[in-house]
């Protein structure tokens, strides 16, 4: 049998369901860490959102901008959020 977990940008508490368990280390033996989306990436993601969700065609510069405005305003939420982040900041401008 081949066994599937959920991806997930959240290592330690995965590792905290995987130690719940002696069997699921077992079960589950292979890890994929997935790094996290530069502030360029999220840009380009906000950017993306805007146009799918909201059919808004962000102006020139602005792509830019908000990859300097994620670095200097979220990098803390990056790890927490991040693709869930700039798609919440276009939902709100929106």
Same mark, same amino acid.
């Given at each position: @049998?081949? @066994?599937? #977990?959920?991806?997930? =940008? ?22 994929? !860490? ?8 999220? !840009?380009?993601? !906000?950017a993306k959102a805007a ?5 808004c065609v962000l102006g020139?510069?602005?792509? =830019?901008?908000? #990859?300097?405005?994620?670095? #200097?305003? @979220? #990098? ?6 991040? !693709? ?6 276009v939902e709100e401008a929106?």
């Amino acid at each position: @049998h081949r @066994h599937l #977990a959920p991806p997930t =940008q959240y290592e330690e508490p995965m590792d905290e369901l995987l130690d719940a368990d002696p069997g699921l280390r077992r079960r589950f033996p292979n890890k994929l !860490a997935l790094k996290d989306y530069s502030c360029p990436e999220l !840009a380009c993601i !906000a950017a993306k959102a805007a146009k799918e969700r909201f059919d808004c065609v962000l102006g020139a510069g602005v792509q =830019q901008s908000l #990859a300097e405005l994620m670095r #200097a305003c @979220h #990098a803390d939420e990056i790890r927490k959020h991040n !693709a869930s982040l700039p798609i919440r900041l276009v939902e709100e401008a929106l």
